[in-house]
């Protein structure tokens, strides 16, 4: 008897171990960040203010400590726990107007 108590408890815990790693697990798509495309920066120009800058991309993510003249837009992208496709964008001001912006942007939004 005991020893089919201690087989059956090895195989329980075995099963629940296993199960634990099963490959079918579900795995969500996460996305962190602006989505931002060509067609939001083809909308900034030179007169537009900070204020309007942020109200057309959203809040950046990061914001210069060092220069205040610099904002980063970023955007991270991960399908499924795969490969993390990512986007940034800088903005540049002077005197608290849009100056210019680099921008590595993904070929297509991967979230749509």
């Known amino acids: 008897m005991q ?3 201690k087989v059956s408890s090895a195989l329980f815990l075995a099963l629940t171990l296993g199960a634990c ?5 579900f795995q969500i798509d996460v996305q962190q960040g ?16 900070r204020s309007d800058v942020h109200q057309l991309l959203g809040t950046p993510i990061v914001v210069s ?14 399908r499924s ?10 903005i540049f001001y002077e005197d608290n107007r849009y100056l210019r912006h680099e921008a590595s942007l993904l070929p297509d939004t991967p979230a749509n």
């Open 21 to 25: 790693a099963f490959p079918g697990v």
């Open 65 to 78: 400590s060092f220069d205040t003249n610099r904002e980063h837009y970023i955007y991270t992208f991960q």
């Open 3 to 5: 020893k089919l108590l």
């Open 34 to 49: 602006n989505i931002v495309d060509h067609e939001d920066l083809d909308r900034l120009v030179p007169t537009m203010t």
């Open 81 to 90: 726990g795969g490969e993390i496709k990512r986007q940034r964008i800088t």
